[in-house]
Structure formats: structure tokens, C-alpha cells
């Protein structure tokens, strides 16, 4: 079972809509969760982190985790072409380890 | 442009070839890592140093060969590569363990022929 997985798309969505980003983790002890965008060509660039149970929003992006379930997702609201890339979730090490786990990312593009 | 710098952007080398990769940051941060970015693949750890120390080792083939001679820089020599470590070989720096302080580089395109 991979560690981090996530759906490689590519998702679609027209502008304006909310683009849904799921991703699932295999680690029950993990503690910390993060969103990072990455541009064709660009290295990633943190977006989001989320700790806690529940819902955390951060203008148009909001982060969702559910540790029961092992779940994260990342909701984009009002969805812009600027927003078109790849979405890499990262799941954080215990408190003082520093393997952070990608996943291997969700192309999205966002029609005009 | 990030705080973390790298050199080159690209790379083609021989299988026979000694390079070395070359990363900067200018941050104050104390943990700098290593990561190989392969097409369709997930980010992989290859390396971690804390405090110049190096603490994570992800099972990287002896071909890869770290070094970090203090805080700010950090390098990773080549040799004898095969044509399947072509990838983005990115590098990244963090204040401590903490994730949400880890900011990337631009990273090195390298192609092995």
C-alpha cells in the first residue's frame, strides 16, 4: 500500500467551480498534514497545513482532515486558470523526525 | 525566486561522469535535504542534514554521495550514474523538524545518457 495516495487526474474543472483534491494516508501516528502546488517546470510551494480534526480555510483554499479516517482533501473555491497544476499532499513525521511523505500529486486544470 | 538556490538548473552527464550538484540556502534555516522528483512519481527523501549532520539516509544508492559543509550550503556529488536517475533533483531547507518551514529550491534537471 502506498503511503500517500492520491488520484493522478487530471481533474478538470471550469472556472468558477470548487475544485475537490483527495488524498489518504497509511500511517496512523502521522501529525501533520500539508497541501503544496507545483508548477509545470516549478519546484512546490506550500499552500496549506492542517493539524486538526475538521476544516481550515485560508481565502479560497480549505484544508480537510479527518484522522479517523485518514483522510485529507483540499477544497479550491472559485477556481482560477492560475490555478491549474499539480497538488502534492504531504503527510508530516512525528513531532522531531523529518521524513515528510509525498504523495505523487493531482494534475488539475481550470477551463477559462 | 525562493531562498533556496541551485546549481545548475540543468545537467546532462555521461555514465562515466563526476558532477556535483550545488544548493544554497539563504533562510538561517538548520536542515537542508535532498529530493529526487521523478515523472509521475512521488517525491522522494534522499537525504537529510540537521546542524550539518546528516540524519536521514533514505537507502540511497552509493552513487549519490552528500555533503554539507555548514547550514547555508549543501551539495550532492555524482558518479557513475545510470541512465534511471534521470529526474528533478530538488533541495530544500527547514527551520528544525518542522515541515511547514520547508521552503524548495528551483531544483537540477538532470538527464543521464
Known amino acids: 500500500q502506498k503511503e500517500v495516495e492520491q488520484n493522478s487526474g487530471p481533474l478538470s474543472v471550469p472556472e468558477g467551480a470548487i475544485a475537490s483534491l483527495n488524498c489518504t494516508y497509511s500511517?496512523?501516528?502521522?501529525?501533520?498534514f500539508f497541501w503544496y502546488r507545483q508548477y509545470s517546470g516549478k519546484s512546490p510551494e506550500l499552500i496549506m497545513s492542517i493539524y486538526s480534526n475538521g476544516d481550515k480555510e485560508d481565502g479560497r483554499f480549505t484544508a480537510q482532515l479527518n484522522k479517523a479516517s485518514q483522510y485529507v482533501s483540499l477544497l479550491i473555491r472559485d477556481s482560477q486558470p492560475s490555478d491549474s497544476a499539480t497538488y502534492l499532499c504531504?503527510?508530516?513525521?512525528?513531532?522531531?523526525?523529518?521524513?515528510?511523505?509525498f504523495g505523487a500529486g493531482t494534475r488539475l486544470f481550470v477551463k477559462a | 525566486e525562493t531562498g533556496v538556490t541551485q546549481t545548475p538548473r540543468h545537467l546532462v552527464m555521461g555514465m562515466t561522469n563526476k558532477k556535483s550538484l550545488k544548493c544554497e540556502q539563504h533562510?538561517?534555516?538548520?536542515?537542508m535535504y535532498w529530493y529526487k522528483q521523478s515523472a509521475k512519481k512521488p517525491l522522494e527523501l534522499m537525504f537529510v542534514?540537521?546542524?550539518?549532520?546528516?540524519?536521514e539516509n533514505n537507502s540511497v544508492p552509493s552513487r549519490f554521495s552528500p555533503e554539507c559543509p555548514n547550514s547555508s550550503h549543501l551539495f550532492l556529488h555524482l558518479h557513475t550514474l545510470q541512465p534511471e536517475d534521470s529526474a528533478l533533483y530538488l533541495c530544500a531547507s527547514s527551520q528544525d523538524s518542522q515541515p511547514d518551514t520547508q521552503y524548495f529550491g528551483p531544483g537540477t534537471r538532470l538527464t543521464v545518457l
Open positions: 533562510l538561517g534555516h538548520n536542515a
Open positions: 504531504a503527510v508530516g513525521p512525528y513531532t522531531g523526525g523529518f521524513k515528510t511523505i
Open positions: 500511517d496512523r501516528v502521522s501529525q501533520s
Open positions: 542534514y540537521s546542524l550539518e549532520e546528516r540524519v
